[in-house]
């Protein structure tokens, strides 16, 4: 017997990649280091606070150039 899942993890997956592929299409690899560095420096997401604390913890320097 299968169930439908509500949620799709993989799908989801799929469709934030694709948005953020489509997002910095047209940014050069120095554009997309930049962007990707501030994001991480000042998101409020969780993902990008651990980034901070683990840095923060190795004395990492997050710059975004």
Sequence with gaps: MT???EFDCIEYKRAIQAKHAAET???SPNEKTTRR???LAESDNQA???WRE???KQGTVI???
């Design 54 to 56: 683990l840095c923060n």
């Design 3 to 5: 169930t439908k899942k």
């Design 25 to 27: 299409r047209t940014l």
């Design 37 to 39: 560095a501030q994001w």
């Design 48 to 50: 990008a606070q651990l």
């Design 63 to 65: 710059s975004s150039q």
